[in-house]
C-alpha cells in the first residue's frame, strides 16, 4: 500500500492510477490523516436477459389488489 500526500497526488496523478490498475491500492492523506483510498474497480456484471425464464411462476393475480384482511397485516394495524 502507498501513501501520499494530497499534492503528491495531484502531481503524479498517472503514477498512481497505473500503480491501481496493477493491483496496488493508493491512500491519500491530508496533513498525516488517511481521507481517500484508490483501489481497482471491479467490472460490473453483466445482465443476462432472460436468466430466470422458464424458472421463475408468477401467478396470474400477483398484480391485483391484496385482499383487506392481508393487506391489514402487512401494515400491521
Known amino acids: 500500500m502507498t501513501v501520499v ?3 503528491q497526488a495531484k502531481t503524479q496523478l498517472s ?3 497505473a500503480q491501481v490498475e496493477a ?3 493508493v491512500v491519500i492523506a491530508r496533513r498525516g ?3 481517500a483510498r484508490l483501489v481497482r474497480c471491479q467490472p460490473e ?3 443476462q436477459p432472460d436468466v430466470l425464464k ?3 411462476n408468477i401467478p396470474e393475480n400477483f398484480f391485483e389488489p ?3 384482511e392481508e393487506l391489514t397485516s402487512w ?3
Do not use: Q, W
Open 54 to 56: 422458464g424458472k421463475v
Open 5 to 7: 500526500n494530497v499534492h
Open 15 to 17: 503514477r498512481l492510477l
Open 33 to 35: 490523516n488517511p481521507v
Open 23 to 25: 493491483g496496488e491500492e
Open 75 to 77: 401494515e400491521g394495524h
Open 66 to 68: 391484496l385482499p383487506e
Open 45 to 47: 456484471a453483466k445482465r
